[in-house]
């Protein structure tokens, strides 16, 4: 079965410091990979996709398939940053699976 | 703005009683899923539907049940609630061929006393 993990309940981070939240899944075959965010009394909404390999908001994230890890990154973070973040996987486009969820904290 | 939009927004009801979430959406999207939310759980898959005629059990559909009245309409339904189901109800959709993008409404927090 497909599995997604992220290990760490509550990322807290200084402004400007770099921030890295894991997540590690779990598929034999070719899965794709995405990151959602849900910032404070807002949607649930799609940061960004691993097909597309694109930068949002100064976010990026590598797929490692040797690790199995599909961790986000930035280099320097900002208040505005502080969300919920959710790692997510499919396997053909038709179901979803979540992991738990990462609660960053960005403090000023 | 097209839109996902699920009603009601909160609930409070007791053990045993039948209720019934709503989800709309003018997005003119083909699937439609039903997420459950808990604290250190994260989202989890109750149903989905591809069409009007398609639906499909996700990982946690005992309890649950769906109905999709028209592509824009997909109602989430428990027959006889528990506690246990309280929860964060979230409605998703997605377009055929789309590369992943699922559309969250704004959740519906159901108590179950």
């Known amino acids: 079965a497909q599995r997604v993990t992220q290990p760490e309940k509550l990322l807290s981070v200084f402004k400007g410091a770099p921030v890295e939240l894991k997540c590690n899944y779990s598929?034999?075959?070719?899965?794709?990979l995405f990151w959602y965010v849900q910032y404070s009394r807002q949607r649930l909404q799609l940061l960004l996709r691993?097909?597309s390999r694109e930068s949002i908001k100064g976010f990026t994230a590598d797929l490692n398939k040797g690790e199995t890890s599909f961790h986000l990154k930035k280099p320097f973070a900002q208040e505005e940053d502080s969300a919920m973040y959710y790692c997510?996987?499919?396997?053909?486009?038709?179901?979803?699976?979540f992991g738990s969820g990462t609660k960053l904290n960005v403090k000023p | 703005d097209a839109d996902v939009t699920q009603t009601p927004r909160n609930r409070i009801t007791k053990t045993g009683k039948r209720i019934m979430l709503e989800c709309s959406q003018t997005?003119?999207?083909?699937?439609m899923y039903w997420y459950r939310q808990d604290p250190g759980l994260g989202l989890r898959l109750i149903y989905y539907?591809?069409?009007?005629?398609?639906?499909n059990k996700g990982e946690i559909s005992d309890g649950y049940s769906v109905s999709r009245q028209a592509q824009a309409k997909f109602s989430l339904s428990l027959e006889s609630a528990i506690p246990n189901q309280t929860a964060l109800y979230f409605c998703?959709?997605?377009?055929?061929?789309?590369?992943?993008?699922?559309?969250f409404g704004e959740g519906s927090r159901l108590t179950v006393l």
């Open positions: 997510a996987l499919t396997v053909n486009f038709n179901k979803f699976y």
């Open positions: 598929y034999s075959g070719s899965p794709e």
């Open positions: 691993h097909i």
């Open positions: 997005k003119g999207h083909d699937r």
């Open positions: 539907s591809f069409d009007v005629k398609d639906i």
């Open positions: 998703a959709t997605a377009a055929t061929g789309n590369t992943g993008e699922l559309f």
